[in-house]
């Protein structure tokens, strides 16, 4: 019944590595975002899609980019991870009329 | 863009009382407004949603209402129960943007004592 599927539950990388984190949909959904979730900031907006190849700037872009080369899978790429990048990270999809639907989300950890 | 504020950040409540949560919001261009519960380690879930031609919607023990004029929504939960300790998140968006991206409040942590 997993809709939302975020391929990994807990990540450690390293300062100044590159990092893909995944999310896949199968709900044919056309909008996929990407949240980092921070204790008392609740949920802020990296990244959004609202189709293949198409992507926009949320609230707090800097640091990373994303690609969305199928319509049901949405990357998020640190371009050189910091330690300030420690977070959840949730993906979402939605069709537009309504509200999202999560993945499980990501916990990274920079170190 | 919109901003959503929401209080209370904590909200502790003994077994079968009520608890309200409120959200403020800054666009007036909004016109959807969910609420999501998540739970300890797991994924936010929508729990209820509003729309701005509606005042109120009820699922059961929880209800929101709306109040456009003063851009302010409200989740009313009843009769709560240990399972509803979680954080809850509203959050705001216009669906006419053709994008429906949500602004969401920073979340209130629930707990209700046995």
């Known amino acids: 019944d997993v809709k939302v599927t975020q391929s990994s539950r807990y990540l450690v990388k390293r300062t100044g590595e590159k990092v893909f984190l995944e999310c896949v949909q199968d709900?044919?959904?056309?909008?996929m975002f990407w949240y980092r979730q921070d204790p008392g900031l609740g949920l802020r907006l990296i990244y959004f899609?609202?189709?293949?190849?198409?992507?926009e700037k949320g609230d707090i872009p800097e640091g990373y980019s994303v690609s969305r080369e199928k319509k049901e899978r949405f990357s998020l790429i640190l371009e050189s991870a910091s330690t300030n990048q420690t977070s959840m990270y949730l993906c979402?999809?939605?069709?537009?009329?309504?509200?999202?639907?999560f993945g499980s989300g990501t916990r990274l950890t920079v170190v | 863009g919109e901003n959503v504020e929401q209080h209370p950040s904590t909200l502790s409540v003994q077994e079968g009382d009520s608890a309200v949560i409120k959200c403020t919001y800054s666009?007036?261009?909004?016109?959807?407004f969910p609420w999501y519960k998540q739970e300890l380690g797991k994924r936010p879930q929508l729990i209820i949603d509003?729309?701005?031609?509606?005042g109120e919607k009820k699922d059961q023990r929880i209800a929101v209402t709306l109040n456009k004029t003063a851009k302010h929504f409200s989740l009313h939960i009843t009769e709560t129960q240990p399972e509803d300790s979680a954080v809850y998140f509203c959050?705001?968006?216009?669906?006419?943007?053709?994008?429906?991206?949500?602004?969401f409040g920073k979340g209130t942590m629930l707990l209700v004592s046995p």
């Open positions: 979402a999809s939605s069709s537009g009329l309504s509200g999202y639907t």
């Open positions: 709900m044919d959904h056309e909008n």
């Open positions: 899609s609202y189709d293949v190849k198409m992507k």
């Open positions: 666009d007036s261009a909004s016109n959807y």
């Open positions: 509003i729309r701005s031609n509606v």
């Open positions: 959050a705001a968006s216009d669906l006419n943007s053709g994008y429906s991206t949500l602004t």
